[in-house]
């Protein structure tokens, strides 16, 4: 019943940028952490982004200046905005909700992924 959807992924040129979504539903509440992965092909997946319901957000060090990440206002919705993009952000993103509820324990869902191809 739980779904997160991505999108806004596609092709884009060096220097570009980007603003990926995550659409939830199936849930009624607002989960503890929401982040960004990527994978690119041949590699391990990696973390991007997150963001928490305290309002604590975290970067990648690498990817810091370039990424950002927020929530929309029922903190069902993370954002990724991605600029200064270069060929080796290609990769397909996913979007992670997880935490804690005292009656279910913890939970872990994941999207199917969107596609960002940086190329020229």
């Known amino acids: 019943q739980v779904q997160l959807v991505e999108s806004g992924g596609g092709l884009v040129q060096p220097g570009g940028s980007l603003k990926l979504s995550c659409a939830a539903s199936g849930i009624n509440f607002s989960p503890g952490f929401m982040g960004w992965y990527r994978q690119a092909p041949g590699k391990q997946r990696e973390f991007v982004a997150e963001v928490t319901t305290g309002g604590y957000t975290n970067v990648a060090d690498s990817l810091k200046g370039r990424f950002t990440i927020s929530r929309d206002n029922a903190k069902t919705m993370p954002y990724l905005q991605m600029n200064s993009l270069k060929p080796e952000d290609t990769a397909v993103y996913y979007c992670?909700?997880?935490?804690?509820?005292?009656?279910?324990?913890?939970?872990?869902?994941w999207g199917q992924g969107t596609q960002v191809t940086v190329s020229s």
């Open positions: 992670n909700a997880r935490g804690v509820r005292e009656q279910i324990g913890p939970y872990s869902y």
